[in-house]
């Protein structure tokens, strides 16, 4: 009895101790993901998601950093700055490396990426999944 205690109670603590803070446990988020939608509320809500054409990509990796080839630190600004910074499943935020940035929190649902930015109206951005890789060509 006491070694199928000891058996039971080692199996759990390996289980346990094997959980990561939330970034690779979402296979589906890695890859790469294009812009596809943008939203930004005027202050009467109003405000829908409009397709729009971009060559904005956000690529994640299963080691839970996260690289886009356009401006994160100040969305507003659309500046062809590259960004990397880290991101959590586990907390559905993204964080971009930059002085003062907040977490991003982000939805996703299927193959759709629903990222929201803090603004004093409604705003954020809705990407498509393009490629399984976890890498910016």
């Not at 759990?12 to 939330?22: A, F, N």
């Not at 294009?34 to 405000?47: I, N, T």
């Not at 003062?100 to 939805?107: H, K, N, Q, T, V």
Request: proline content about 7%; aromatic content about 8%.
């Amino acid at each position: 009895m006491r070694l199928a205690i000891l058996l039971v109670s080692t199996l759990l603590l390996s289980i346990l101790s094997c959980s990561t803070d939330g970034a690779a446990d979402s296979p589906e988020l890695v890859g790469t993901w294009q812009l596809r939608e943008s939203y930004a509320d005027p202050g009467d809500g109003s405000g829908t998601f409009r397709p729009v054409s971009s060559d904005k990509v956000l690529v994640f990796r299963p080691d839970g950093t996260f690289r886009s080839n356009k401006n994160f630190c100040v969305p507003a600004i659309p500046a062809d700055q590259e960004t990397t910074g880290s991101y959590s499943t586990a907390e559905g935020t993204l964080t971009p490396d930059c002085a003062g940035a907040r977490p991003l929190p982000f939805e996703l649902q299927g193959e759709t990426l629903e990222l929201s930015f803090h603004c004093i109206e409604g705003c954020g951005e809705r990407y498509r999944k393009v490629s399984d890789a976890g890498n910016m060509e």
